[in-house]
């Protein structure tokens, strides 16, 4: 079969071609358009056999509406430089990362980027992108594959697949050492917003303290905002001041209050040590790898072979701690310094989720304080 070859329409953004992340702040998308190359094909069209060549890279293209520091953009990020080293299917691993996108110009922005056809994966990686703006885009765009981590979502099907990475099972073992450390039985919890995303992880870690110790009662703020960290900050101390001797948050500031106040303290989503090396335990981490490489395969098999998209439209596809979605992070000196009767129960219980004798309940409703 025969094919004209045109001309390519090149979108360029502040001149380069995202060759470093991007925000609203800086970024300006323009059209470069070469009248006299699109006239010369207009008269003299290239014909050229097409081959089904077998790709050497992907190019896969972020988005957030919060800044990449932000704990749910990191652990995306890192998962990502962790699965280049392992080249996928023998892949080069091109990544763009674009944040602090409004959610209001949310779909125009994305539309704008597909629309360079520089990107063979679009990650919608915000749990503020909704289900309107991605059910637009797949219909738009059918031919490209849209990758959608958010809670506030329903899956549409098609090219559009619904990704979660459930940390329960490591929040559920974060939060055994919190019940037995805790010397007041009172624990704090600074989230952003009731969301899915959110709550299974504080479910989680209030069962886990609960198991190991009946008295243990929760301070929990939703401070409806995924970066604010004076307000976390405050929401934190408030808690502190009311009697909470350990702090589990997924939003930066509340560490802070943490280390100034000498109380323990649990990170999230990513490993937060540096922030408070003498006061952070551990976090329980999302790990994205496995479905990162899930999608370059799906992207790849129809890529390749011709495939057709066929996300599922009923659940999100998701990995459990044993299939490598999720773990908690090194204990650091606290391997040292916590007793032996609490490494010896986070040891267990550790064992028996991975070994499946232990299943942790995934709870996706609000936690209310008691």
Known sequence: ???????????????????????????????????????????????????????????????????????????????????????????????????????????????????????????????????????????????????????????????????????????YLSGVIAGMVTKTDSIGMVAGFPYASV???????ADGAKSVNSRVKFKVAYIEAWWDPVKAKETALAQIEAGADVIYSERYGAFEAARDKKVLAFGNQADMHDLAPETIITSPLMYWDPSIKQMINVWYDNKVNGRAYNAPEDKPVFFLMKDGGSAVAPLYGFEKSLPANVLAKFNSVKKQIMDGSLKVKLKLKSLKSD
């Open 199 to 205: 709550n299974h992880l504080l479910n989680a870690f």
């Open 1 to 171: 079969m025969d094919k004209i070859f045109w001309p390519i329409i090149v979108h360029k953004v502040n001149g380069a071609f995202f060759d470093k992340p991007y925000n609203m702040e800086t970024i300006m998308i323009k059209k470069v358009i070469v009248p006299f190359a699109i006239a010369l094909a207009l008269v003299f069209p290239l014909k050229e056999k097409v081959v089904a060549a077998t790709p050497d890279s992907v190019k896969i293209a972020y988005f957030f509406t919060g800044p990449l520091d932000e704990p749910w953009a990191q652990a995306m990020y890192r998962a990502v430089q962790r699965v280049k080293k392992d080249t996928p299917k023998g892949l080069i691993i091109k990544d763009k990362w674009f944040e602090k996108v409004p959610i209001d110009d949310y779909e125009k922005f994305i539309r704008d980027v597909v629309l360079t056809g520089l990107f063979d994966i679009i990650w919608l990686h915000d749990a503020s992108a909704g289900t309107d703006p991605v059910d637009s885009l797949r219909k738009e765009f059918p031919k490209q594959i849209f990758p959608v981590t958010a809670s506030n979502y329903r899956p549409v099907g098609g090219n559009a697949y619904w990704i979660q990475a459930y940390a329960h099972e490591a929040a």
